[in-house]
């Protein structure tokens, strides 16, 4: 197995016109010599995160918008970037919250992912249960409601079928889920 130690330079770019995104081109060099540079996409420490919400009667709050990477409509679990310092579950929440109305009677952390090879994002999951609707809680941003977002409620075997057929983007946040989905399918709460 090589070993690869990063070595400079490291060369940031801004791309996108209207929604900027950060391109970041990372060297590295192993112990034969050989140099090798990947480009990745996400600011380096960049966060974000996403919730499985469940309802009091066990129905899982998704979003359905169109997703621009399979270039198609997608399930998706609430969520999205964090701000600098802001605590992660609280940013989850937010996320949650702002997206689809709900706010959550009881949370566990699921756990952390790389958002993808080439990505520098880390993604935040947990795991709420008990959300209820919030009146006027639901606060779009402008890209969200000029793309037509809208919040569904399906099961909780419609999500991990979800999962298996790439119908969403956020699919490690069932796997990591997956035991207590299937307890509270079969069982009810396991809480």
């Known amino acids: ?11 940031q770019l801004t791309v ?5 995104k950060t ?11 050989l140099l090798h540079e990947f480009t990745t996409i996400g600011a380096e420490g960049e966060r974000a995160g996403a919730v499985i919400a469940l309802t009091p009667s ?3 709050i998704i979003t359905y918008q169109f997703r621009a990477g399979p270039e198609r409509w997608t399930f998706d679990l609430p969520g999205g970037g964090f ?32 958002g993808g090879a080439y990505t520098n994002t880390v993604w935040h999951y947990y795991f709420a249960t008990d959300c209820k ?17 809208e919040v569904r409620l399906i099961s909780i075997s419609k999500l991990i079928a979800n999962a298996k057929r790439s119908e969403m983007t956020d699919p490690r946040a069932v796997l990591m889920a997956y035991d207590k989905l299937k307890e509270i ?5 396991s809480y």
């Open 185 to 189: 399918e079969t069982h009810g709460k």
């Open 83 to 114: 701000d600098e310092g802001e605590d992660t579950q609280e940013a989850a929440l937010r996320e949650l919250r702002e997206e689809t109305g709900y706010v959550p009677g009881h949370v566990e952390y699921l756990g952390e992912s790389a």
């Open 23 to 33: 391109a970041v081109i990372k060297h590295f060099q192993t112990e034969d010599g």
């Open 58 to 60: 066990n129905e899982v």
């Open 16 to 20: 996108g016109l209207q929604y900027k």
């Open 133 to 149: 609707l919030v009146r006027d809680a639901r606060e779009l941003d402008k890209e969200e409601a000029e793309q037509g977002a």
């Open 1 to 11: 197995m090589k070993r690869f130690t990063r070595i400079e330079p490291t060369i």
